[in-house]
């Protein structure tokens, strides 16, 4: 269901609070013209009350039973925020997990270039037990003249590779004239860092009934990568992993430098999960393990990478991508950091 207003007050109910007492603070909040959001905690369930804030603070709603606090949302993003729910969000596509113990392993090329190269990218990538598959139709490309992707043609490649390997789809969406074509086929809707503030296409996947693997924009704030989300959220789909995939500096030896601090930040503000994309970060296949390893260690919910039977000749960032033939031993050595942390592949 959209959101019409922003969730003002967090009304927290106590451990052993009733469900008549939280129906009580709601019916009140509606008797006065506001609304709420309620999320059931592990521990206490969490009312965000919508509404004008002046006339909130008039309700007397610390006097309701089963009422611990009441407390205003000062952060600018509400639905995404920790306040409003504290336990951690876990993201599912056909039975595969991202999110509190799961980590969420991406893997495939970068872009679907030929259905062999697909295929086989696939297949190496599910024999190690991958959470999902990645695969690009549709590209954002910095140059008009380089390859722009299959298209529908793509689309179907990848459904060929799900229906062999069962691993859920992870594609981008490009343009809200491609809702119909894609979001049909995607388990997750990748929002590409270029449009992480396309405003009306964090619309439209608000509207979908799919998770969005939202990706951080080049020179993109973390609080505007919060505000981006908050977009889609309400509209109603809360399903959203957040992707740290390396921002704009003045640092020339990676592709874009990776924030891994922004990782910790955004755990700490966001229940949605977060993780990070070491392959267009580094630009360079050497570079790419260790910043996989470092961003499980950072306490990253996944990572989304990019591999290719021979990078070689991949018609789209070849220099970062991982052999096909060494993705077994990538994916080994990332899996020890991400137990090491107490999680397993989701
Ligand atoms: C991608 O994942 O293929 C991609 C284009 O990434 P980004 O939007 O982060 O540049
Ligand atoms: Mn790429």
Redesign the pocket.
Known sequence: MAITGAPELLIVMGASATQDQVDEVIARLDEAGCSAFVTPGREATVIGAIGERELLATLPLEGFAGVEQVLPILKPYKLVSRELSPDPTVIEARGRRIGDGYFGFIAGP??VETRDQTLETARAVAAEGVTMLRG?AFKPRTSPYAFQGLGDEALEILQEARAETGLPLVTELMDPRHVEAVVPVADVIQIGARNMQNFMLLAEVGRADKPVLLKRGPSASVEELLMAAEYVAREGNERIVLCERGIKTFERTTRYTLDLGSVAVLKHETHLPVIVDP??AAGRRDLVLPLARAAAAVGADGIIV?SHPSPEEAL??GP?QIPTAEFGEFAREVRQVAELLGKQIG
């Open positions: 970068c872009t690009g392959s267009h990019e789209c960032d970062q």
